[in-house]
Each structure stands twice: as structure tokens, then as C-alpha cells.
């Protein structure tokens, strides 16, 4: 099993700032795609931003400039920095990683989610 555990959300007014984090423990061989979606009330999930292995990145039209997705490989951690923050991105932020649990089998696992509330 793959366990990812996010944390880093809480209340912030608008403009401020949050990091998540995403650390992934368990059995595996690699953690290939991360991604980071967000839900809120009523509302789909929704792709936030992601990052491979081979560094690239990709991010919502909604977040671009604003967030940053960045990844440590010798923490197996999954940072995502968020700036300039509005009431709308207020939401359940969920990690989710993909890569190969040995030579033969793959992974895909969801964090238990973490609230991003922006309010002033």
C-alpha cells in the first residue's frame, strides 16, 4: 500500500499565502505523476496542477502564475505553494500519485484531503 498524507491548509484572508505538502510512504518503487485537486462544496473535483518525474509541471488556467507545484525526491514530497490567494480557491485539496509499486504492478493513491479556506 501507498499512503499519501497532505497537510499545510488552513484559514488565510485573500492575498495571503499557503504551502501544502503531500509525503507518500509505504511500499513502492517510484512515484511517477503527482497531482493536486481541490473540491469544493457542490462543485467536481478539479485538477489543480501536476509533476512528473521528469519535472515537468502543468496547473489550471485558474492557478497559473499564482501556484507552484515543486517535488522532493529524496523526501518523496509534493509541495505545492500557493500565492495571491482568493475567496474561490477555497476547497478540500486532495494529493494524488501514480508510479509502480514494483517491476510489474502500479499505484494510484488519494491523500485524505486538507481545507483551504480563504476569508477575511
Known amino acids: 500500500q501507498v499512503q499519501l498524507v497532505e497537510s499545510g491548509g488552513g484559514l488565510v484572508q485573500p492575498g495571503g499565502s499557503l504551502r501544502l505538502s503531500c509525503t507518500a510512504s509505504?511500499?513502492?518503487?517510484?512515484?511517477?505523476?503527482v497531482g493536486w485537486y481541490r473540491q469544493s462544496p457542490g462543485k467536481q473535483r478539479e485538477l489543480v496542477a501536476t509533476?512528473?518525474?521528469?519535472?515537468?509541471?502543468t496547473y489550471a488556467d485558474s492557478v497559473k502564475g499564482r501556484f507552484t507545484i515543486t517535488r522532493d525526491n529524496a523526501k518523496n514530497t509534493v509541495y505545492l505553494q500557493m500565492n495571491s490567494l482568493k475567496p474561490e480557491d477555497t476547497a478540500v485539496y486532495y494529493c494524488?500519485?501514480?508510479?509502480?509499486?514494483?517491476?510489474?504492478?502500479?499505484?494510484?493513491?488519494w491523500g485524505q484531503g486538507t481545507q483551504v479556506t480563504v476569508s477575511s
Open positions: 509533476t512528473t518525474s521528469g519535472g515537468s509541471t
Open positions: 494524488n500519485a501514480d508510479g509502480r509499486r514494483d517491476g510489474l504492478r502500479r499505484y494510484n493513491s
Open positions: 509505504g511500499s513502492f518503487y517510484s512515484i511517477d505523476t
